[in-house]
């Protein structure tokens, strides 16, 4: 099948040459690229445009970072079947998302999910850089579909995760000198799925269950040496995902304090002295407050504002920048919330949760949110935090409004997921659950 596909694809090439390319934008130049693609089904062609058009716009949080993240994805998808058939199952997860009317199960999803898998098998001994690359994406674009479908092999998120994350350590690990001999465009390549896979981490991290190592350790192989090649800028804001890259890896170390405690009171038996003390917690909860403070006076506070990575600042516009900055606000409260409840362990109706639920409101509000990917579609986790910890019915309406606003324009899967575990939580009779990120996995 392979070979049919492949003398398919010269078949094309030698055609596409002789097709003279009228003018147009990237995006254009993409979809009509797909068009000719004779060896793959109408359907599928079908999915990679509503990829391009509509899927990748619920997962980057600006139409520069969108545009930049099809030109990555798509020409790889097409080299890869594993990443092709991941792509597609991406797609067609969110596709199901919308007509959520149909009582069929789309069964393509968990078909192409098990085509991706295979075609994973077979590239895996392929020991190139640029192949661990498409399988790095591979991953990530797995650990989307299982985010997005919920019911096709539910948390195996979590094994694409770490999937994940062998193979970007074993990127940088494989060969010390490996930028004196990548090219350019695969060293952009690396590092946009190194910031792809940081966002991902750091927000598994904040997850009752933490990472599957526990303990998160700051210089790894996957992040300590990420600089080769592939390098992340810690005072950037990461367009893609919409909160810098120096919050990205606190929410790691929030993470890792919040499992220690969590590990500790599940061990420990009641009435028996522990090895680390609330005083201890209390110690490096007010280290992670000083820490956030820091940030947030240099991204909100001063007037430079955020920094982001280069030629990006250029490619957004002023509106753009302020609901970056409002949006790293929003997730500048939700950590302050994690390092509240799960590392000192306050309950929810203290002074600080509180202020932090009414500051994610507010500041969500006051982003416009807008067609396609803006940073709107980076306020689910923020939103989804204050609605678990909204103790009262004024502040859970309050969080409600923000999500039916954002969702008159943004057609989110994730956001109306999250909305609707947020309505059932407040429909049972406990409140204020200690491990409401347990909903996430």
């Given at each position: 099948m392979e070979r049919v596909a492949d003398d398919r694809r010269q078949r094309h090439r030698r055609r596409s040459k002789r097709?003279?390319?009228?003018?147009?934008?990237?995006?254009?130049?993409?979809?009509?690229?797909?068009?000719?693609?004779?060896?793959?089904?109408?359907?599928?062609?079908?999915?990679?445009?509503?990829?391009?058009?509509?899927?990748?716009?619920?997962?980057?949080?600006?139409?520069?970072?969108?545009?930049?993240?099809?030109?990555?994805?798509?020409?790889?998808?097409?080299?890869?079947?594993?990443?092709?058939?991941?792509?597609?199952?991406?797609?067609?997860?969110?596709?199901?998302?919308?007509?959520r009317t149909t009582t069929t199960p789309d069964t393509s999803i968990s078909r192409y999910v098990g085509m991706s898998l295979l075609a994973f098998q077979n590239e895996l001994p392929r020991r190139a850089c640029s192949n661990k690359a498409s399988l790095l994406a591979?991953?990530?674009?797995?650990?989307?579909?299982?985010?997005?479908?919920g019911d096709v092999q539910p948390r195996s998120w979590r094994v694409h995760a770490e999937g994940a994350k062998a193979l970007l350590a074993s990127i940088h690990v494989s060969d010390p000198t490996s930028s004196l001999g990548v090219s350019a465009e695969l060293e952009a390549i690396i590092t946009f799925l190194s910031r792809w896979y940081l966002s991902l981490e750091s927000l598994t991290a904040i997850t009752t269950s933490g990472l599957v190592t526990g303990q998160c350790v700051t210089q790894d192989a996957t992040l300590g040496t990420i600089s080769e090649p592939g390098q992340l800028a810690l005072d950037a804001c990461d367009d893609y995902f919409?909160?810098?890259?120096?919050?990205?890896?606190?929410?790691?170390?929030?993470g890792a304090s919040a499992w220690e405690r969590r590990q500790q009171l599940s061990a420990v038996?009641?009435?028996?002295?522990?090895?680390?003390?609330?005083?201890?917690?209390?110690?490096?909860?007010?280290?992670?407050?000083?820490?956030?403070?820091?940030?947030?006076?240099?991204?909100?506070?001063?007037?430079?504002?955020?920094?982001?990575?280069?030629?990006?600042?250029?490619?957004?516009?002023?509106?753009?920048?302020?609901?970056?900055?409002?949006?790293?606000?929003?997730?500048?409260?939700?950590?302050?919330?994690?390092?509240?409840?799960?590392?000192?362990?306050?309950?929810?109706?203290?002074?600080?949760?509180?202020?932090?639920?009414?500051?994610?409101?507010?500041?969500?509000?006051?982003?416009?949110?807008?067609?396609?990917?803006?940073?709107?579609?980076?306020?689910?986790?923020?939103?989804?935090?204050?609605?678990?910890e909204a103790v009262d019915a004024t502040d859970r309406q309050a969080v409600r409004d923000t999500f039916l606003t954002l969702l008159s324009v943004v057609r989110s899967q994730n956001m109306e997921q999250a909305l609707r575990i947020l309505e059932s939580m407040w429909q049972s009779e406990k409140h204020g659950v200690p491990d409401w990120w347990s909903y996430q996995g």
């Open positions: 097709r003279r390319e009228t003018p147009g934008s990237r995006d254009d130049r993409i979809l009509r690229a797909l068009e000719p693609l004779s060896w793959l089904r109408r359907s599928e062609r079908a999915l990679l445009h509503h990829f391009v058009t509509e899927a990748s716009c619920i997962v980057i949080s600006s139409q520069h970072g969108q545009r930049l993240f099809c030109n990555t994805i798509v020409p790889l998808a097409l080299q890869t079947p594993s990443l092709l058939y991941a792509t597609l199952a991406y797609s067609a997860a969110q596709q199901a998302g919308l007509r591979a991953s990530l674009m797995l650990c989307l579909v299982s985010v997005s479908s919409g909160f810098p890259t120096r919050l990205a890896l606190l929410f790691r170390e929030i038996p009641l009435g028996a002295t522990s090895f680390l003390t609330q005083t201890d917690f209390d110690l490096v909860a007010d280290d992670f407050h000083k820490k956030l403070t820091e940030i947030y006076h240099e991204v909100v506070c001063s007037p430079v504002g955020l920094n982001f990575y280069p030629g990006v600042r250029e490619a957004l516009s002023e509106s753009e920048v302020r609901d970056f900055t409002a949006s790293t606000e929003t997730y500048l409260s939700m950590a302050r919330i994690l390092v509240e409840r799960r590392v000192r362990g306050v309950p929810s109706n203290s002074e600080v949760v509180k202020a932090s639920v009414h500051a994610i409101v507010r500041v969500a509000s006051s982003i416009t949110p807008s067609p396609g990917a803006s940073p709107a579609t980076a306020l689910t986790p923020p939103l989804f935090a204050a609605g678990c």
